[in-house]
Protein backbone atom coordinates (compact mmCIF):
# COMPACT_ATOMS: atom_id res chain seq x y z
CA UNK A 1 0.00 0.00 0.00
CA UNK A 2 3.41 2.51 0.98
CA UNK A 3 4.98 1.52 -2.04
CA UNK A 4 2.14 2.16 -4.26
CA UNK A 5 1.20 5.46 -2.63
CA UNK A 6 4.25 6.46 -2.78
CA UNK A 7 5.15 5.57 -6.88
CA UNK A 8 1.44 7.80 -7.44
CA UNK A 9 2.75 10.30 -5.19
CA UNK A 10 6.20 10.48 -7.17
CA UNK A 11 4.58 10.02 -10.82
CA UNK A 12 2.09 13.06 -9.32
CA UNK A 13 4.99 15.03 -8.29
CA UNK A 14 6.97 14.67 -11.60
CA UNK A 15 3.69 15.85 -13.64
CA UNK A 16 3.34 18.89 -11.26
CA UNK A 17 6.91 20.00 -12.04
CA UNK A 18 6.74 19.73 -16.04
CA UNK A 19 3.02 21.82 -15.57
CA UNK A 20 4.77 24.17 -13.57
CA UNK A 21 8.12 24.74 -14.71
CA UNK A 22 9.75 23.53 -11.20
CA UNK A 23 12.82 22.18 -10.07
CA UNK A 24 13.25 20.40 -6.35
CA UNK A 25 16.44 20.94 -4.99
CA UNK A 26 17.29 18.21 -2.30
CA UNK A 27 20.15 18.08 0.34
CA UNK A 28 21.58 14.59 0.95
CA UNK A 29 19.99 13.88 4.47
CA UNK A 30 16.28 14.09 3.09
CA UNK A 31 15.11 10.41 2.78
CA UNK A 32 16.13 8.23 -0.30
CA UNK A 33 12.32 8.33 -1.84
CA UNK A 34 12.69 12.55 -1.39
CA UNK A 35 16.25 12.68 -2.66
CA UNK A 36 14.67 10.41 -5.82
CA UNK A 37 12.76 12.99 -6.88
CA UNK A 38 14.56 15.79 -6.82
CA UNK A 39 16.81 17.30 -9.63
CA UNK A 40 19.66 18.61 -7.77
CA UNK A 41 20.88 16.82 -4.86
CA UNK A 42 23.92 17.90 -2.82
CA UNK A 43 25.19 19.82 0.34
CA UNK A 44 24.49 23.61 1.50
CA UNK A 45 27.00 25.02 -0.71
CA UNK A 46 26.14 23.12 -3.84
CA UNK A 47 22.27 23.73 -3.41
CA UNK A 48 23.01 27.52 -2.30
CA UNK A 49 25.31 27.78 -6.09
CA UNK A 50 22.91 25.92 -7.62
CA UNK A 51 19.84 27.67 -6.92
CA UNK A 52 21.22 30.57 -8.67
CA UNK A 53 21.38 29.09 -12.08
CA UNK A 54 18.13 26.89 -12.44
CA UNK A 55 16.10 27.99 -15.03
CA UNK A 56 12.86 27.29 -13.41
CA UNK A 57 10.01 29.45 -12.26
CA UNK A 58 9.37 27.81 -9.25
CA UNK A 59 12.83 26.43 -6.75
CA UNK A 60 10.88 23.52 -4.52
CA UNK A 61 13.42 23.11 -1.21
CA UNK A 62 13.24 19.76 0.33
CA UNK A 63 15.74 20.73 2.83
CA UNK A 64 15.15 22.58 6.09
CA UNK A 65 13.97 26.65 6.36
CA UNK A 66 17.38 28.44 6.46
CA UNK A 67 18.57 26.61 3.03
CA UNK A 68 15.05 27.80 1.26
CA UNK A 69 15.86 30.97 2.81
CA UNK A 70 19.19 30.92 1.00
CA UNK A 71 17.55 30.04 -2.12
CA UNK A 72 15.22 33.08 -1.84
CA UNK A 73 17.89 35.34 -1.03
CA UNK A 74 19.75 34.31 -3.51
CA UNK A 75 16.94 33.94 -6.38
CA UNK A 76 14.37 37.05 -5.29
CA UNK A 77 12.44 36.93 -8.23
CA UNK A 78 11.73 33.12 -8.28
CA UNK A 79 8.84 31.79 -6.20
CA UNK A 80 10.60 29.63 -3.60
CA UNK A 81 8.47 26.81 -2.21
CA UNK A 82 9.27 24.98 1.48
CA UNK A 83 7.01 21.86 2.03
CA UNK A 84 7.23 22.14 5.56
CA UNK A 85 8.23 24.82 6.85
CA UNK A 86 7.97 23.61 10.25
CA UNK A 87 11.71 22.22 9.32
CA UNK A 88 14.09 24.40 11.58
CA UNK A 89 17.31 23.27 12.39
CA UNK A 90 18.36 23.20 15.89
CA UNK A 91 22.42 24.99 14.75
CA UNK A 92 20.22 27.82 13.04
CA UNK A 93 17.57 28.17 16.06
CA UNK A 94 20.86 28.29 18.40
CA UNK A 95 21.66 31.74 17.25
CA UNK A 96 18.77 33.72 17.73
CA UNK A 97 19.18 37.31 15.41
CA UNK A 98 18.57 40.03 18.06
CA UNK A 99 20.71 37.80 20.62
CA UNK A 100 23.49 37.45 18.00
CA UNK A 101 23.10 41.51 17.08
CA UNK A 102 24.24 42.18 21.18
CA UNK A 103 26.87 39.78 20.83
CA UNK A 104 28.40 41.78 17.60
CA UNK A 105 27.97 44.87 19.30
CA UNK A 106 30.32 43.02 22.28
CA UNK A 107 33.21 42.72 20.08
CA UNK A 108 33.23 46.06 17.53
CA UNK A 109 35.81 45.68 14.65
CA UNK A 110 35.34 41.85 14.25
CA UNK A 111 34.75 40.82 10.81
CA UNK A 112 32.01 38.33 10.98
CA UNK A 113 31.86 34.65 9.41
CA UNK A 114 28.60 32.50 9.49
CA UNK A 115 27.63 29.09 8.53
CA UNK A 116 25.35 28.93 5.88
CA UNK A 117 23.10 27.70 8.83
CA UNK A 118 21.65 30.57 10.06
CA UNK A 119 18.23 32.10 10.00
CA UNK A 120 18.34 34.95 7.15
CA UNK A 121 18.07 37.98 9.85
CA UNK A 122 22.11 36.25 11.60
CA UNK A 123 23.42 36.17 7.77
CA UNK A 124 21.98 40.13 7.33
CA UNK A 125 24.53 40.45 10.69
CA UNK A 126 27.31 39.07 8.52
CA UNK A 127 30.02 39.68 6.52
CA UNK A 128 30.69 36.39 4.93
CA UNK A 129 28.81 33.37 5.11
CA UNK A 130 30.62 29.88 4.51
CA UNK A 131 29.46 26.31 4.51
CA UNK A 132 31.27 23.43 5.91
CA UNK A 133 32.94 22.45 2.28
CA UNK A 134 34.85 26.18 2.61
CA UNK A 135 34.31 27.52 6.21
CA UNK A 136 38.15 27.36 6.00
CA UNK A 137 39.21 28.60 3.06
CA UNK A 138 36.83 31.95 4.16
CA UNK A 139 38.63 32.41 7.31
CA UNK A 140 41.74 32.15 5.50
CA UNK A 141 40.63 34.71 2.95
CA UNK A 142 40.53 37.04 6.17
CA UNK A 143 44.14 39.03 7.33
CA UNK A 144 45.83 37.06 10.12
CA UNK A 145 45.35 39.99 12.09
CA UNK A 146 42.10 40.99 11.57
CA UNK A 147 39.87 39.51 14.39
CA UNK A 148 36.91 37.35 13.56
CA UNK A 149 33.48 35.89 14.79
CA UNK A 150 32.59 33.00 13.94
CA UNK A 151 29.22 31.86 14.60
CA UNK A 152 26.60 29.50 15.07
CA UNK A 153 28.60 26.13 15.11
CA UNK A 154 31.41 25.91 18.12
CA UNK A 155 32.85 22.49 16.89
CA UNK A 156 32.98 23.58 13.17
CA UNK A 157 34.61 27.23 14.64
CA UNK A 158 36.89 25.32 17.01
CA UNK A 159 38.10 23.49 14.10
CA UNK A 160 38.94 26.14 11.98
CA UNK A 161 40.78 27.55 14.69
CA UNK A 162 42.93 24.36 14.89
CA UNK A 163 43.32 24.02 11.62
CA UNK A 164 44.43 28.14 11.23
CA UNK A 165 46.11 28.58 14.58
CA UNK A 166 44.26 31.95 14.90
CA UNK A 167 43.78 33.06 18.24
CA UNK A 168 41.98 36.01 17.46
CA UNK A 169 38.53 33.92 16.60
CA UNK A 170 35.70 34.53 19.08
CA UNK A 171 32.89 31.69 18.82
CA UNK A 172 29.27 32.03 19.14
CA UNK A 173 28.45 29.02 21.72
CA UNK A 174 25.60 27.10 19.38
CA UNK A 175 25.61 23.24 17.96
CA UNK A 176 23.70 21.17 15.97
CA UNK A 177 21.91 18.13 18.06
CA UNK A 178 22.57 15.81 15.31
CA UNK A 179 26.58 15.77 14.77
CA UNK A 180 26.74 16.32 18.66
CA UNK A 181 25.29 13.25 19.95
CA UNK A 182 28.23 10.91 18.73
CA UNK A 183 29.48 8.45 21.27
CA UNK A 184 33.49 8.46 20.98
CA UNK A 185 33.14 5.15 23.15
CA UNK A 186 30.94 3.36 20.84
CA UNK A 187 33.24 5.04 17.92
CA UNK A 188 36.56 3.31 19.26
CA UNK A 189 34.99 0.40 19.28
CA UNK A 190 33.79 0.29 15.75
CA UNK A 191 37.25 1.24 14.66
CA UNK A 192 38.45 -1.76 16.70
CA UNK A 193 35.63 -4.49 15.09
CA UNK A 194 36.54 -2.79 11.70
CA UNK A 195 40.13 -1.91 11.84
CA UNK A 196 40.19 -1.73 7.76
CA UNK A 197 37.15 1.00 7.75
CA UNK A 198 38.22 4.73 7.29
CA UNK A 199 36.63 6.75 9.76
CA UNK A 200 34.81 9.98 8.04
CA UNK A 201 33.10 12.84 9.85
CA UNK A 202 31.77 16.10 9.78
CA UNK A 203 33.41 18.91 11.30
CA UNK A 204 29.97 19.96 13.02
CA UNK A 205 31.47 16.90 15.26
CA UNK A 206 32.74 16.92 18.96
CA UNK A 207 36.58 17.44 18.78
CA UNK A 208 37.26 14.25 20.34
CA UNK A 209 35.50 12.43 17.09
CA UNK A 210 37.22 14.89 15.20
CA UNK A 211 40.56 13.74 16.30
CA UNK A 212 39.10 9.94 15.76
CA UNK A 213 38.95 10.57 12.23
CA UNK A 214 41.00 9.18 9.20
CA UNK A 215 38.58 12.48 7.05
CA UNK A 216 36.82 15.63 8.44
CA UNK A 217 34.49 17.61 5.65
CA UNK A 218 31.61 18.43 3.89
CA UNK A 219 28.83 15.83 3.22
CA UNK A 220 29.81 16.83 -0.31
CA UNK A 221 33.92 16.50 0.70
CA UNK A 222 33.21 13.41 2.55
CA UNK A 223 31.47 11.59 -0.46
CA UNK A 224 34.40 12.77 -2.59
CA UNK A 225 36.80 11.41 -0.12
CA UNK A 226 34.88 7.33 0.22
CA UNK A 227 35.03 7.78 -3.74
CA UNK A 228 38.67 8.54 -3.89
CA UNK A 229 39.88 6.47 -1.02
CA UNK A 230 41.47 3.10 -1.62
CA UNK A 231 39.85 1.86 1.68
CA UNK A 232 36.66 -0.56 0.57
CA UNK A 233 34.57 0.54 4.16
CA UNK A 234 34.10 3.12 6.15
CA UNK A 235 32.45 4.52 9.56
CA UNK A 236 30.30 7.31 8.80
CA UNK A 237 29.84 10.04 11.87
CA UNK A 238 27.44 12.23 10.06
CA UNK A 239 23.67 12.50 10.01
CA UNK A 240 22.48 9.07 8.57
CA UNK A 241 20.71 10.16 5.00
CA UNK A 242 23.76 10.42 3.27
CA UNK A 243 24.03 6.62 3.20
CA UNK A 244 21.41 6.33 0.53
CA UNK A 245 23.76 8.54 -1.48
CA UNK A 246 27.40 6.77 -0.51
CA UNK A 247 25.86 3.69 -1.26
CA UNK A 248 24.46 4.63 -4.72
CA UNK A 249 27.19 5.93 -5.94
CA UNK A 250 30.01 2.83 -4.77
CA UNK A 251 27.47 0.33 -4.26
CA UNK A 252 31.14 -2.00 -4.27
CA UNK A 253 32.33 -0.17 -0.71
CA UNK A 254 31.03 -0.63 2.78
CA UNK A 255 29.08 2.28 5.06
CA UNK A 256 28.59 1.62 8.66
CA UNK A 257 26.85 4.41 10.54
CA UNK A 258 28.30 5.36 13.96
CA UNK A 259 25.99 5.08 16.44
CA UNK A 260 24.55 8.21 18.72
CA UNK A 261 25.15 8.05 22.41
CA UNK A 262 21.58 7.33 23.16
CA UNK A 263 21.10 4.35 20.60
CA UNK A 264 17.32 4.28 21.04
CA UNK A 265 17.09 8.19 20.28
CA UNK A 266 17.95 7.66 16.33
CA UNK A 267 19.60 10.83 16.99
CA UNK A 268 22.04 10.61 13.67
CA UNK A 269 18.89 11.00 11.86
CA UNK A 270 18.07 14.84 11.79
CA UNK A 271 14.63 14.90 12.28
CA UNK A 272 13.62 17.84 10.76
CA UNK A 273 15.53 17.13 7.33
CA UNK A 274 12.93 13.78 7.76
CA UNK A 275 9.86 15.91 8.52
CA UNK A 276 10.08 16.44 4.36
CA UNK A 277 7.95 14.02 2.99
CA UNK A 278 6.57 13.12 -0.56
CA UNK A 279 2.93 13.83 0.57
CA UNK A 280 3.79 17.67 1.89
CA UNK A 281 6.40 18.02 -1.38
CA UNK A 282 2.77 17.17 -3.38
CA UNK A 283 0.54 19.23 -1.36
CA UNK A 284 3.12 21.97 -1.77
CA UNK A 285 3.62 22.08 -5.47
CA UNK A 286 -0.46 21.38 -5.83
CA UNK A 287 -0.80 25.02 -3.82
CA UNK A 288 2.29 26.24 -4.55
CA UNK A 289 2.43 26.90 -1.13
CA UNK A 290 3.88 27.55 1.95
CA UNK A 291 6.57 30.23 -0.13
CA UNK A 292 9.21 31.60 1.26
CA UNK A 293 8.94 35.63 1.55
CA UNK A 294 11.99 38.01 3.32
CA UNK A 295 11.44 41.90 3.56
CA UNK A 296 13.90 42.94 0.64
CA UNK A 297 16.14 45.03 3.76
CA UNK A 298 17.38 42.05 5.31
CA UNK A 299 17.11 39.96 2.15
CA UNK A 300 19.94 42.28 0.46
CA UNK A 301 22.11 42.46 3.32
CA UNK A 302 22.25 38.85 3.52
CA UNK A 303 22.61 38.48 0.15
CA UNK A 304 26.10 40.47 0.34
CA UNK A 305 27.42 38.07 2.78
CA UNK A 306 26.26 35.00 1.00
CA UNK A 307 27.87 36.67 -2.45
CA UNK A 308 31.27 37.56 -0.47
CA UNK A 309 31.28 33.96 0.02
CA UNK A 310 30.70 32.19 -3.81
CA UNK A 311 33.32 34.58 -4.74
CA UNK A 312 36.17 33.34 -2.61
CA UNK A 313 37.37 30.16 -4.93
P1 LIG B 1 26.68 20.54 4.58
O1 LIG B 1 27.22 21.95 4.54
O2 LIG B 1 27.76 19.53 4.62
O3 LIG B 1 25.66 20.33 3.54
O4 LIG B 1 25.95 20.37 5.98
C1 LIG B 1 24.76 21.01 6.25
C2 LIG B 1 24.23 20.56 7.50
O5 LIG B 1 23.13 20.89 7.88
C3 LIG B 1 25.07 19.72 8.32
O6 LIG B 1 24.38 19.28 9.40
FE1 LIG C 1 20.64 21.52 11.26
FE2 LIG C 1 21.97 19.54 12.37
FE3 LIG C 1 19.85 19.02 10.86
FE4 LIG C 1 22.13 19.89 9.75
S1 LIG C 1 21.80 17.95 10.81
S2 LIG C 1 20.08 20.61 9.30
S3 LIG C 1 22.85 21.29 11.36
S4 LIG C 1 19.85 20.14 12.80
Given amino acids: MKVENSAELSRRIEELKREKNAVILAHYYTTPEVQAVADYLGDSLALSVRAQSVDAD ?12 TAKVLCPEKKVLIPCPEAGCSLAESCDAAEFA ?32 NA ?24 IQKLTGRQNMVLWNGACHVHEEFSLEKLLKLKQEHPEAKVVAHPECRAYILEAADYVGSTAGILEYCGRSDAQAFIVVT ?18 PAPPDDETCACNNCRYMKMVTLENICACLEREAPEIVLDEEVRRSAERSILNMIAIK
Fill in 239 to 256: ESGILAEMKKRYPAKTFI
Fill in 58 to 69: IILFAGVHFMAE
Fill in 102 to 133: AFKAQHPGHTVVSYVNTTVGVKALTDICCTSS
Fill in 136 to 159: LKVVESIPADQPVIFAPDRNLGAY
